[in-house]
């Protein structure tokens, strides 16, 4: 193997800390706009982000800021509130040990460009050989043409290359689907479908599997 590519979202980080921080505030002013109860507020955001799950639009938290009229800016929220994007602790000791073993590293994700600014947050940024967004692509996970692209920055072919992510129907199949071995991360012991090449439940097991592939 030469390559191992990451999605963000779940696997390398959480954001749910800020989620739970600005949501309040999103129901709060869309309670306060529509006249409605917050009760009602929170249900009519919910209803737009779940009936456009997995769309180009989905990962984009500044999209449903703009459908409500919010004067919200996902970047200004990461920069203000930085402690509240959290690094799993696997993350580091496993990005620093696959450095120093010579793989070349990269992040595939769905989200836009303030991923890259989140990855910087987190102090992730400088591990990864190429970073590729949805803008780099105008497509999201699992079209193939997001991972193609990301490999021939790396120059790397998909059979050389590992994909490990958090959402079967994205990262796992996305990833097999252009001839790349996917590991499913299922942090939260998820009931999974045995479409994965490898699962794991912490980072510390590619250990094993790279020495496998070997």
């Given at each position: 193997?030469?390559a191992i590519l990451?999605?963000?979202?779940e696997t390398l980080?959480?954001e749910?800390?800020?989620?739970m921080l600005?949501l309040?505030?999103v129901?709060e002013?869309?309670s306060?706009?529509?006249?409605?109860?917050?009760?009602?507020?929170?249900a009519?955001?919910?209803e737009e982000i779940?009936?456009?799950?997995?769309t180009?639009?989905?990962?984009?938290?500044?999209f449903?800021?703009?459908?409500?009229n919010?004067?919200l800016?996902?970047e200004?929220?990461?920069?203000?509130?930085p402690?509240k994007i959290?690094?799993f602790?696997?993350?580091?000791?496993?990005?620093?040990?696959?450095?120093?073993?010579?793989?070349?590293?990269?992040?595939?994700?769905?989200?836009?460009t303030y991923q890259?600014?989140?990855?910087r947050?987190a102090?992730?940024?400088?591990y990864?050989d190429?970073i590729v967004?949805?803008e780099?692509v105008?497509?999201?996970?699992p079209d193939p043409?997001?991972?193609i692209?990301a490999?021939?920055?790396?120059k790397v072919e998909?059979?050389?290359?590992?994909?490990?992510?958090d959402?079967?129907?994205?990262d796992?199949?996305?990833?097999?689907?252009?001839?790349?071995?996917?590991?499913w991360?299922?942090r939260?012991?998820e009931k999974?479908y045995n479409f994965?090449?490898y699962e794991?439940?912490?980072?510390h097991?590619l250990?094993?599997?790279?020495?496998?592939?070997?």
């Amino acid at each position: 193997m030469e390559a191992i590519l990451f999605d963000v979202d779940e696997t390398l980080l959480t954001e749910k800390p800020l989620m739970m921080l600005f949501l309040p505030q999103v129901y709060e002013e869309i309670s306060r706009r529509l006249q409605i109860r917050k009760e009602e507020a929170r249900a009519k955001f919910l209803e737009e982000i779940l009936s456009r799950r997995n769309t180009y639009e989905w990962h984009d938290w500044n999209f449903f800021f703009r459908l409500f009229n919010l004067d919200l800016r996902y970047e200004e929220l990461l920069i203000a509130y930085p402690h509240k994007i959290h690094v799993f602790p696997d993350v580091k000791p496993t990005l620093e040990w696959l450095k120093s073993e010579g793989y070349k590293l990269g992040v595939v994700t769905s989200g836009p460009t303030y991923q890259k600014l989140k990855l910087r947050i987190a102090k992730l940024d400088n591990y990864f050989d190429v970073i590729v967004t949805r803008e780099d692509v105008n497509t999201i996970k699992p079209d193939p043409k997001i991972f193609i692209y990301a490999l021939e920055k790396l120059k790397v072919e998909p059979k050389e290359a590992i994909m490990i992510g958090d959402s079967l129907q994205q990262d796992v199949y996305g990833a097999k689907n252009v001839g790349m071995i996917a590991v499913w991360i299922n942090r939260n012991n998820e009931k999974g479908y045995n479409f994965a090449d490898y699962e794991i439940r912490t980072l510390h097991e590619l250990r094993k599997i790279l020495g496998g592939l070997k």
